[in-house]
C-alpha cells in the first residue's frame, strides 16, 4: 500500500500513516456496511478501510473539494487492487448532501474544527456507525462543555463530543493513535446501541 501511495506521488507521506492507523482500528470495531468518509481530501481513508475489509461493498469519498490529484490515486489503487474498481466514488459536494443510510460506516480523518460536529451531527441523525479523528479545536466555536477549568480545550471539545455520542444512546470506544504519527491523535468511535 505504501508502494502505491509514494509511486503516486500525490499526497505526503503524514497521511498515508494517518490513514493506516485509523482505518485498522476503525476495521477492529466495526465490519461491512457502506463506507462514506466525510471531508475526504484524496478519500485515502476510504479506500484502505475498503482494502481492510471486503464485505464494505462500497465506499463514497467526500469532499466539497477534492484535489485534483485525488482521482490519480484513486486509479492507482484500482491498478494495484482490481477488486476496487467500480467500487470507490469520489464526489465533489457539501458533505451535508451526501445521503446518509443506516448500515453506513461514517468516518472522517482530521476534519477541522465545527467540521467534525457537523460529521458526528450527521451520523446521529442516521443513526450510523461513526469514527472520527478531530483536529483543529476551535475553542471559541468548540463546545467546551464547562470543563475548561479542568481539561486542556481541546481534550474538553472531544470529551464533549464522546458525551454527545452516549446522550443519543451509542457505545462510545476512544482510542489514541501514536503521537510520532499525528499529535491531533484521538480517535472517537461510536455505534448504536
Same mark, same amino acid.
Given at each position: 500500500?505504501?508502494?502505491?501511495?509514494?509511486?503516486?506521488?500525490?499526497? %505526503?507521506? !503524514?497521511?498515508?500513516?494517518?490513514?493506516?492507523?485509523?482505518?485498522?482500528?476503525?476495521? #477492529?470495531?466495526? #465490519?461491512?456496511?457502506?463506507?462514506?468518509?466525510?471531508?475526504?481530501?484524496?478519500?485515502l481513508?476510504?479506500?484502505?478501510?475498503?482494502?481492510? @475489509?471486503d464485505?464494505?461493498?462500497?465506499?463514497?469519498?467526500?469532499?466539497?473539494?477534492?484535489? %485534483?490529484s485525488?482521482? !490519480?490515486?484513486?486509479?492507482?489503487?484500482? !491498478?494495484?487492487?482490481? #477488486?476496487?474498481?467500480?467500487?470507490?466514488?469520489?464526489?465533489?459536494?457539501?458533505? @451535508?448532501?451526501?445521503?446518509?443510510?443506516?448500515? @453506513?460506516?461514517?468516518?472522517?480523518?482530521h *476534519?477541522?474544527?465545527?467540521?467534525?460536529?457537523?460529521?458526528?451531527?450527521?451520523?446521529?441523525?442516521?443513526?450510523t456507525?461513526? *469514527?472520527?479523528?478531530?483536529?483543529?479545536h476551535?475553542?471559541?466555536k468548540?463546545?467546551?462543555?464547562?470543563l475548561?477549568?479542568?481539561?486542556?480545550?481541546?481534550?474538553?471539545?472531544?470529551?464533549?463530543r464522546?458525551?454527545?455520542?452516549?446522550?443519543?444512546?451509542?457505545?462510545?470506544?476512544?482510542?489514541?493513535?501514536? *503521537?510520532?504519527?499525528? %499529535?491531533?491523535?484521538?480517535?472517537?468511535?461510536?455505534?448504536?446501541?
Amino acid at each position: 500500500m505504501g508502494r502505491v501511495v509514494c509511486e503516486a506521488e500525490c499526497l %505526503p507521506r !503524514k497521511e498515508l500513516y494517518e490513514s493506516w492507523e485509523m482505518a485498522r482500528r476503525v476495521r #477492529r470495531r466495526f #465490519r461491512a456496511g457502506r463506507v462514506v468518509d466525510l471531508a475526504a481530501g484524496h478519500g485515502l481513508l476510504a479506500m484502505i478501510l475498503l482494502l481492510l @475489509d471486503d464485505s464494505s461493498p462500497t465506499a463514497i469519498a467526500a469532499d466539497h473539494r477534492t484535489p %485534483p490529484s485525488a482521482l !490519480k490515486l484513486k486509479l492507482a489503487f484500482e !491498478k494495484a487492487w482490481p #477488486r476496487l474498481t467500480g467500487r470507490i466514488e469520489m464526489r465533489t459536494a457539501d458533505i @451535508d448532501l451526501v445521503q446518509l443510510l443506516e448500515n @453506513d460506516l461514517v468516518v472522517s480523518a482530521h *476534519a477541522c474544527g465545527e467540521l467534525t460536529d457537523r460529521i458526528l451531527g450527521r451520523a446521529l441523525n442516521a443513526r450510523t456507525r461513526v *469514527a472520527v479523528l478531530p483536529c483543529c479545536h476551535a475553542e471559541a466555536k468548540g463546545d467546551l462543555g464547562g470543563l475548561a477549568g479542568w481539561l486542556d480545550s481541546s481534550l474538553a471539545i472531544d470529551v464533549v463530543r464522546a458525551a454527545r455520542l452516549r446522550a443519543a444512546g451509542y457505545r462510545v470506544h476512544t482510542q489514541l493513535i501514536p *503521537a510520532a504519527i499525528t %499529535p491531533k491523535n484521538r480517535l472517537l468511535m461510536g455505534d448504536p446501541a
